[in-house]
């Protein structure tokens, strides 16, 4: 089945740019996207991209997408201490709709 | 748009006993919601997935007598942890997809099981 991976911290200092990656298995995920997730909270939706674009840019978040290499990225621009959470990407073949396999979940500490 | 919410928010029981818990789509209609299962510091992991007026259908390895999914009208899908053990205890998480929306799953702030 579907692997989602991600790097379980990144610590950045206030006003710097954060950069979080995220690689999949399976080269039929279409539907790629970026969770936050607060301390006790469910999931709040931040953005997401087709698999036939290459980037998507929303404010301060840029994602952006590496097909051949199965790889995707999240980057918060002035990264703020209210950007401190856990994000989450995930990934499905056929949308929303239908299963998200979930990554590991990146924590994202941000420091003054 | 595409508010989604869970009742109750937090829970503590007694073991053996039964517990509910409400996911309801606020402001759209959901054929299908999904059922999650966090446990601390870790990612997502889906339980069973509620269709509308039909069953629900379990992932591997998770017992449908022992979590009961009821998803009886387009806004509201429920579940049911029967005969609750300190096992048990969780963070549950539902969502809907909005199918008239993005395509997209929007979740619900989590129901924090505590089994004694």
């Known amino acids: 089945g579907e692997d989602v991976e991600q790097s379980l911290f990144l610590s950045v200092r206030e006003g710097d740019s954060s950069v979080i990656n995220c690689t999949y298995t399976d080269s039929s995920s279409t539907y790629l996207y970026w969770y936050k997730q607060e301390p006790g909270a469910g999931l709040q939706l931040l953005t997401y991209?087709?698999?036939?674009?290459d980037m998507k840019q929303d404010q301060r978040l840029t994602v952006l997408l590496n097909k051949k290499d199965k790889h995707l990225s999240l980057r918060i621009a002035d990264t703020q201490t209210g950007d401190s959470a856990i994000y989450f990407c995930a990934v499905s073949p056929l949308g929303g709709g239908n299963k998200l396999t979930f990554g590991t979940g990146t924590q994202l500490k941000v420091e003054l | 748009g595409a508010v989604v919410s869970q009742h109750p928010s937090r829970v503590i029981c007694k073991s053996g006993t039964s517990v509910k818990i409400e996911c309801r789509s606020l402001d759209f209609q959901a054929t299908t919601m999904f059922w999650y299962r966090q446990f601390p510091k870790q990612s997502l992991m889906l339980m069973a997935t509620?269709?509308?007026?039909?069953?629900?259908?379990?992932e591997q390895g998770v017992e449908k007598d022992k979590f009961l999914i009821n998803h009886a009208s387009l806004t509201l899908s429920t579940l049911t942890v029967t005969s609750a053990h300190p096992e048990d205890s969780s963070f549950y998480i539902c969502?809907?997809?909005?199918?008239?929306?993005?395509?997209?799953?929007?979740f619900g702030p989590g129901t924090r099981l505590t089994v004694l």
């Open positions: 509620s269709n509308e007026g039909s069953k629900a259908t379990y």
């Open positions: 991209i087709f698999s036939n674009m």
């Open positions: 969502s809907a997809s909005d199918p008239e929306g993005t395509d997209t799953q929007y």
